[in-house]
């Protein structure tokens, strides 16, 4: 069991609020491009659709994929569960934070199917965030698993 100093349980706090917080914003941006910017149609009026549909469908099928295969070890905060185990195998064999991956494309595809620019800096936002929380995440699960952390990190990509 690791202990943690105040300031990391401060910055788990404030990552998965952020994270919280932008996605939510993705969700309602193009409630927010509607009030802010006057509908002005679009050249690409279906194929944007679809391309942002099939984004959001991977999305959630590696998001389902990502959180059966962690089980009990799953939670949102970036600190790891001291139950937990580590877990690489499944979709984690190919990337360290399918999770995190899953979000980043059911946001970018939210912000294809609706052509929405505040959906679209609301990601880029979400995105920063994310990268942020893993990296934190993974100082975290370094101190946890030691070398099985490390040498995981060295085979496998933290999103894509």
């Known amino acids: 069991m690791q202990t943690l100093t105040s300031d990391q349980k401060k910055s788990a706090s404030v990552l998965l609020t952020a994270q919280a917080v932008f996605m939510g914003l993705v969700l309602v941006g193009p409630l927010v491009d509607r009030v802010l ?4 149609g679009s050249l690409m009026k ?5 391309f942002g549909v099939i984004l959001v469908a991977t999305g959630l099928i590696l998001f389902l994929a990502s959180f059966f295969k962690l ?3 799953f939670t949102p905060n970036p600190i790891p569960k001291d139950s937990g185990a580590l877990v690489t195998s499944g979709v984690y064999a190919f990337c360290r934070h399918p ?6 494309l059911i946001s970018i595809g939210w912000a ?3 052509l929405s620019l ?12 994310l990268r942020k929380k893993a990296i934190f995440e993974e100082q975290l699960l370094t101190a946890q698993y030691g ?3 490390e040498e995981y990190m060295h085979k496998v990509n933290r999103f894509f």
């Open 112 to 114: 294809f199917v609706f």
């Open 147 to 149: 070398k099985s952390y």
């Open 71 to 73: 089980d009990k070890s």
């Open 118 to 129: 505040a959906t679209s800096l609301f990601t880029i936002l979400l995105i920063f965030i």
């Open 46 to 50: 279906y194929t944007n659709i679809y």
């Open 99 to 104: 999770i995190y991956t899953a979000v980043i």
């Open 37 to 40: 910017i006057a509908n002005t």
